[in-house]
């Protein structure tokens, strides 16, 4: 049984910052992927950024480029999402997610989701 939990959400002014922990848990886990996501009121499921766990190659959203930086601690499954100079429109729930599987589409196909942590960022 894999479990995946963020940490680090809450409120914060335009222009802040926040950073987004996710420690994916399991005896004999080891992801090929961590991606985060996020989901806004009344919108779908966007991804945000993704890392890819042996290469430590990234992909970020072209409306986070440039603002938010995803990284990792190989050794405690951990990864974090570091949010700069965040808008109203970064406001969402966001989550965590993991794979074991093919990571030539870096979006798709993850395994595993954590319950998701909330971002308000006023204006």
């Known amino acids: 049984q894999v479990q995946v939990v963020e940490s680090g959400g809450g409120l914060v002014q335009a222009g802040g910052s926040l950073r987004l922990s996710c420690a994916a848990s399991?005896?004999?886990?080891?992801?090929?992927?961590m991606g985060w996501f996020r989901q806004a009121p009344g919108k779908e499921r966007e991804p945000v950024a993704a890392?890819?766990?042996?290469?430590?190659?990234?992909t970020v959203a072209d409306s986070v480029k440039g603002r938010f930086i995803i990284s990792r601690a190989n050794a405690r499954n951990t990864v974090y999402l570091q949010m700069n100079s965040l808008k109203p429109e970064d406001t969402a729930v966001y989550y965590c997610?993991?794979?074991?599987?093919?990571?030539?589409?870096?979006?798709?196909?993850?395994?595993?989701w954590g319950q998701g942590t909330q971002v308000t960022v006023s204006s």
């Open positions: 997610a993991a794979k074991q599987g093919n990571i030539a589409t870096i979006w798709a196909a993850y395994d595993y």
């Open positions: 399991g005896r004999t886990f080891s992801p090929s992927a």
């Open positions: 890392i890819r766990w042996n290469s430590g190659l990234t």
